[in-house]
């Protein structure tokens, strides 16, 4: 399941909260703005950015992987999407 978050900080903060395992797709669109992130990178933990995630760019959020990459393509269009070097690629990658 994905849940998307648009304008909506306090539920998004609720979920990353409750899903410290989770992963997280902004959706900023352009050719490098979007990106995939796991709950915990430092990029969606920037304290001058709290209470405006949502706001700026809408979030979708799961804790399932496959789920969320069923649907990163289609979101993405007309651009690309890529995933985080600062917590993906370091941490856990992607099989
Ligand atoms: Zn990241």
Known sequence: MVIQF??????????????KDGYVFNRAG????????VVSCW???????????TTRYPKYCSNNL???MEIVEEISKPNSWRECTACLKNTKGLA
């Open 43 to 53: 990029h969606l933990n920037v304290p001058s950015r709290k209470g405006t995630y």
């Open 6 to 19: 648009k304008d909506k900080e306090a539920e998004y903060k609720e979920w990353c909260g409750t899903h």
């Open 30 to 37: 352009g050719p490098t703005g979007n990106v995939l992130h």
């Open 66 to 68: 496959n789920d969320l």
